[in-house]
């Protein structure tokens, strides 16, 4: 499976075209992301009872107000709170690929289960696959746990898949043990997980293993650009940039 051209022409807004009044992972996030022609990145987290949800934290507090873990309310209760002050309810992966509707290109991101970057997966990945039956738009999924990744690409094939990468730093990861971090930071998994294509954190791009990817014809994603300034530098290694506060041009 290979990654289409449009994930690499378009740049790719992170959690939609967000900004003030627009909530991340939003409906509004989307459209507009849509109107600009840009491509969008998004969260999966699971409601109870595993419905597939558009939300990047595992807490609700920062961005809806409320107590508690997004995975202990079922999809009408999320649904019921409003992101960030605003009008817009938490969305359902469901919802979202209906707006959408294939007209631009979507990155979507599983968030880890396992709380550690290990093996116990949940079935997450199993009700993406599900929901994305039928979608005719371009899509592809990614995540930084690569047991998720190679699930996923074990029920879909179909759907290109990659992994979402960094340098793993003991601050930002902590209680997962070095010798795990150390495997991570080496993208070891590549191939085992069946990726076509890589989601890197814009502070390792000197990652030698970049190097060696992008000499196999590998594309290399980047993320979070917040700056001309940074994309300038991020595109000396990177194919194209999840960004966000800037109009990124195409």
Known sequence: MVLPQDFLALPVAHRGLHGPG??????????AAIDAGYAIELDIQPAKGGEAMVFHDYDLRRLTGAEGLVAALDP????????????????????????????????????DQDMGLGPRIGRLHERVADVLQGYGGPVAVMSFNPHVVQAFHRIAPHVPVGLTTCGYDEDDWPGIPEDRRSHLAGINDFNES????????????????LDALKAQGVPILCWTIRSPEEEALARRVADNVTFEGYPAPF
Do not use: M, Y
């Open 22 to 31: 627009i909530p991340e992972n939003s409906l509004a996030a989307a459209q």
């Open 76 to 111: 009408s209760a999320l649904s019921g709170l409003r992101l960030l002050g605003t009008d817009q309810p938490v969305p359902t992966l469901r919802q979202f690929l209906d707006l959408v509707d294939g007209r631009v290109p979507l990155l979507i991101e599983i968030k």
């Open 194 to 209: 069946g990726s076509c294509f890589v989601s890197h954190d814009k502070r390792d791009l000197a990652n030698p293993r």
